[in-house]
């Protein structure tokens, strides 16, 4: 277990970062307005429409609980996504390339317990993010349509969580593989585009991170969903990219 | 386990693709001293240390620290060690009590034991003051003796500090020097280098690198008796530039005489043994008709040393390309 010593005072040091650094105020502000928008937005898209389009008459369906939830999705999922990148792409490049990485490591620190702090922040910081963005997202159409299911609204949150993760997870593996922040951020942003093109393929998109939603959406609209299939294959991404980051980085000269 | 030497490499090789950085280092470190490890730029000093912290994997042979094979991802080897890298980087959002902390409790401390140590630290590297600063504000000294504290809060078995009096003022330096010494009793201390007068005025034994190879090592008065031939001063009475040139001349032919330098008047002479030295150089000084208001025999320096082994290396080197 040596490999994990240090991990609990590492994990308390990140998190004070992320607070220190206003990284964790940011991000869970950006998603609180993420979450309460996105229903204001479907409730109000009709009048904006019209004052926009003037006398052109363009019909807008009548707003629904439904156009409430598929807006706060397809934001979240664009938005957070990109976040989720920003938050990974430095983690373990920026310490190697600022030499804070030496520091750490000349310690009694295992380097799983240097990594493991880190992805667990990374995880924490997009948990408290996507709870608040879905507490407001559920406030906000209880307030403009109709409560939605507390238990539904929830697991969309989790399933959202664990897709936002898992591009946190990509990226933060190309942040140990590389010493550049940079190439990271790029890695991490051609697998938001590709498993997003590939996830348009049912067949596969079931498997991958952007194959939550549907789930998602089923849930939080109160109906059944089978999630086993998706997020056994997220939770074996995860493993995956993880087992390969802590492969490669505990071998790695600093 | 705890009477062996606190460091031990056998066969220590680190070669970066075609560059030897290091190349079959044999180095024993006792345990109880300040140990200077000096050399040229290029040298291997940081490759060792770097090999040592387990920053690095050796290409060939090994390292141990008390016992613990050295690599990376060993915090049994870091739990011996502290360290301070040559350039040592900070959480600039950190406050300078907080990276004391943090480092005490990742070696284990706790409670009232850590306060304790941590402002123990704090006032040994004089930043009790700014203690509650954030790091980013820290001036480039004070992040230095910051790096001195992180690496002593602990209170390790081994400090290693590369280069740790480069971006230090003269007081800076003065007290860091001051501090190695005092931790003597209580740590052994690696210590790399290259400026020779600190090495001289702390260190108990050292070892000569040289193009990624230990050109020599042991107790430092040893290597000042055993490579550093006595150097005598000669000071002329004004006025006789013939009769000096004549004595310079004459002391550059003999046999007898390790290096002849005139400089500001003042002839300063390397010879091989000090018996013979002493005798004929009196003789020469006779011969040659100068009159001196000045005859000292002075004591051999480690630049003496260090130039004599690292010098000798060169002129072999070039001789051979």
Same mark, same amino acid.
Request: aromatic letters at 6%; glycine letters at 12%; proline letters at 5%.
């Given at each position: ?35 309460? %928008? ?84 990374? %995880? ?69 585009? %590709?498993? %997003? ?58 | ?69 050295? /690599? ?166 004004? /006025? ?36 013979? /030295? ?44």
């Amino acid at each position: 277990m040596s490999g994990l010593a240090g991990f609990g005072v590492l994990l308390r040091k990140e998190l004070l970062e992320a607070v220190r650094t206003f990284r964790l105020p940011i991000v869970v502000g950006l998603f609180a307005v993420v979450g309460i %928008g996105s229903p204001l937005l479907a409730r109000f898209t009709p009048e904006i429409v019209e004052a926009l389009a003037g006398d052109m008459g363009i019909p807008v369906p009548t707003p629904t609980v439904e156009a409430a939830i598929d807006q706060l999705l397809k934001n979240i999922a664009q938005f957070g996504g990109l976040t989720a990148i920003l938050l990974a792409m430095g983690s373990v490049a920026a310490e190697k390339e600022r030499g804070t990485a030496a520091l750490l490591l000349t310690k009694p620190v295992g380097r799983a317990a240097f990594l493991g702090a880190k992805v667990a922040a990374l %995880g924490l910081v997009l948990l408290a993010a996507v709870a608040v963005a879905t507490v407001g997202g559920w406030i906000y159409t209880a307030i403009l349509f109709e409560a939605p299911s507390v238990g539904g609204f929830a697991g969309l949150g989790v399933l959202v969580w664990l897709s936002l993760f898992a591009y946190a997870v990509i990226t933060f593996v190309a942040s140990t593989l590389t010493r550049s922040a940079l190439a990271a951020a790029g890695i991490g942003f051609v697998a938001l585009v %590709g498993l %997003g093109i590939a996830s348009a393929f049912p067949e596969v998109g079931r498997f991958l991170p952007p194959g939550l939603s549907g789930p998602a959406r089923a849930l939080a609209l109160g109906g059944g969903a089978e999630v086993a299939v998706p997020v056994s294959a997220a939770v074996v991404l995860l493993v995956a990219c993880l087992g390969v980051a802590w492969a490669a980085f505990r071998r790695q000269e600093l | 386990m705890t009477d062996g030497p606190i460091v031990r490499t056998i066969g220590l090789t680190k070669r970066y693709g075609p560059i030897v950085a290091l190349d079959g280092l044999d180095l024993e470190v006792p345990r109880g001293v300040v140990f200077g490890l000096l050399g040229p730029n290029g040298a291997g000093k940081t490759t060792t240390i770097r090999l040592l912290t387990g920053l690095a994997r050796p290409t060939a042979g090994r390292a141990e620290v008390a016992g613990v094979a050295a /690599g990376p991802d060993t915090p049994e080897l870091q739990r011996r060690i502290g360290y301070l890298d040559q350039d040592p980087r900070f959480y600039g959002w950190m406050r300078g009590r907080e990276l004391l902390e943090l480092v005490g409790r990742l070696h284990g401390l706790r409670g009232a034991r850590l306060r304790d140590r941590v402002a123990d630290t704090l006032a040994r590297v004089g930043l009790s003051d700014a203690a509650e600063r954030r790091i980013g504000g820290y001036s480039g000294g004070m992040r230095q003796r910051l790096g001195i504290g992180q690496a002593i809060v602990a209170e390790p078995e081994l400090l290693i500090l590369d280069e740790p009096v480069s971006s230090l003022d003269p007081e800076g330096r003065r007290d860091l020097l001051a501090l190695v010494g005092e931790l003597r009793a209580s740590s052994t201390v690696v210590f790399s280098t290259h400026v020779l007068g600190d090495v001289e005025r702390v260190c108990d034994r050292v070892a000569i690198l040289d193009h990624g190879r230990l050109v020599t090592d042991g107790p430092l008065d040893a290597l000042l008796d055993e490579y550093a031939g006595p150097v005598y001063r000669l000071d002329p009475e004004p /006025g006789q530039p013939a009769q000096v040139a004549a004595l310079v001349a004459a002391l550059d032919a003999a046999d007898w005489v390790t290096t002849v330098v005139l400089d500001g008047g003042v002839v300063s002479v390397s010879v091989r043994d000090p018996a013979t /030295g002493g005798r004929a150089l009196l003789a020469a000084v006779v011969d040659a008709g100068v009159a001196l208001v000045g005859f000292e025999r002075q004591r051999p320096t480690l630049e003496d040393v260090f130039l004599r082994l690292v010098g000798r290396d060169r002129d072999r080197d070039g001789a051979a390309a």
